[in-house]
């Protein structure tokens, strides 16, 4: 299999989406929407412009989100690497279970809201509860973005392989 420069260009945007998911001041998403692209101009049979659309649609709802949200809870990295660890595992399981966009956006979102858990069972975790409003906005700022970052960056680089 010959990969072209579009193709290295997608694998190399996807893994810094993924690493940026990490670091709450640079929005992975953007990074991972390029990969898609680039993806798409490579070649991939998947990616049409109806999953451009979709995935464009995703990323704007979580640029959205980020301006919304209070900056605080947008720029802090508390308990971040649970959720991006956690989402980018799933992602992966995900993929091994089935190779389908589903299967990787589902187990990705189980894995975002399983490190939030993870990381408000913690002693430096602030104490809120699971079942509150605090926790759904919480996982709305850490994990969604997470989510539809690590989603992307997959699917574009399935669609390669």
Known sequence: MTFTALSIITIILSLAAVVATFVPRIPAVAAAYAALVCAHLAGAI???????????????????????????????????????????????????????AASVILCASAGAVLGAIAYMRTPAAPCIAITSS???????????????????AAIAIASLI
């Open 46 to 100: 998947y990616v049409d412009a109806k999953i451009l659309i979709f995935w464009g649609v995703a990323s704007a709802i979580v640029l959205g989100l980020r301006v919304l949200q209070p900056k605080a809870l947008v720029m802090t990295a508390k308990g971040l690497p649970y959720v991006a660890l956690a989402t980018i595992a799933g992602a992966a399981i995900g993929y091994m279970i089935a190779p389908t």
């Open 134 to 152: 605090r926790f759904v906005e919480y996982l709305c700022a850490k994990g969604l973005p997470c989510v539809v970052t690590t989603s992307m």
